[in-house]
Nanobody, 119 residues
Framework: QVQLVESGGGLVQAGGSLRLSCAVSGRTFSLYNMGWFRQAPGKERELVAAINWSGGRRDYADSVKGRFTISRDNAKNTVYLQMNSLRPEDTAVYYC????????????WGQGTQVTVSS
């Protein structure tokens, strides 16, 4: 059973920064593509950033390009989301997810961590 545990959320003022972490159990983390999603109240869940198994490819939603950075440490079974220049519209519950088939099919999900950006 693969388990994902996010941490690092909180309350921050606009313009501030947060770093989210997602620790993943299991021996095959280094084979998974990983993603960070978010869902704001009344909105659909959206993919914010994704990283492939090696870290050699990263993709971002247009709304966060240049402000957010996804990274991973396969030795620590952890994926990160560095969020800079935060805006009130970034307020959401953030989830990490694992794509073991590398076909953009996210099968394992964390419980989510709240990020609130005040204006």
């Amino acid at each position: 059973q693969v388990q994902l545990v996010e941490s690092g959320g909180g309350l921050v003022q606009a313009g501030g920064s947060l770093r989210l972490s997602c620790a993943v159990s299991g021996r095959t983390f280094s084979l998974y593509n990983m993603g960070w999603f978010r869902q704001a109240p009344g909105k659909e869940r959206e993919l914010v950033a994704a990283i492939n198994w090696s870290g050699g490819r990263r993709d971002y939603a247009d709304s966060v390009k240049g402000r957010f950075t996804i990274s991973r440490d396969n030795a620590k079974n952890t994926v990160y989301l560095q969020m800079n220049s935060l805006r009130p519209e970034d307020t959401a519950v953030y989830y990490c997810a694992a794509d073991p088939t590398r076909l953009a099919s996210y099968e394992y999900w964390g419980q989510g961590t709240q990020v609130t950006v005040s204006s």
